[in-house]
């Protein structure tokens, strides 16, 4: 497993190797994802770039949280362009944010943190 989609490791580190924590962080993340990466979705139909902004901060951090490297890279990425106002670009990158968080919680499922 590439570890840069899931890295265990930092998911246990930041839970103080806690893994009922571990497990409640993961569960919160993918509780709240699709409903932040359908707020940015929204943010950019109603040229909300400052929504935008928060919703990819929300989910940069829960990523950081549970391990997902590229998923928090590539949430930062959209949080510093609605920082900017640039909805354009959150635009091109919100399939990739989508296809980052499908990856993510399939190696969280590999892993065993998530349920088939």
């Known amino acids: 497993?590439?570890?840069t989609v899931f890295d265990i490791r930092k998911l246990l580190e930041s839970t103080c190797d806690?893994?009922?924590?571990?497990?409640?962080?993961?569960?919160?993340?993918?509780q709240d994802?699709?409903?932040?990466?359908?707020?940015?979705e929204t943010a950019l139909a109603n040229n909300a770039a400052k929504t935008a902004e928060r919703a990819a901060?929300?989910?940069k951090a829960v990523a950081a949280t549970a391990g997902g490297e590229l998923?928090?890279?590539k949430a930062y990425e959209c949080e510093q362009l609605g920082y900017d106002g640039n909805l354009d670009g959150i635009?091109?990158?919100l399939p990739e944010?989508?296809?980052?968080?499908?990856?993510?919680?399939?190696?969280?499922?590999?892993?065993?943190?998530?349920?088939?």
């Open 97 to 116: 944010l989508r296809r980052l968080y499908a990856e993510f919680e399939a190696a969280l499922r590999q892993a065993g943190y998530l349920d088939e």
């Open 33 to 40: 994802t699709p409903e932040q990466l359908n707020e940015i």
């Open 18 to 30: 806690d893994e009922d924590l571990a497990r409640e962080v993961v569960k919160t993340l993918v």
């Open 71 to 73: 998923l928090r890279a």
């Open 57 to 59: 901060h929300s989910l």
């Open 91 to 93: 635009r091109e990158r």
């Open 1 to 3: 497993m590439d570890d």
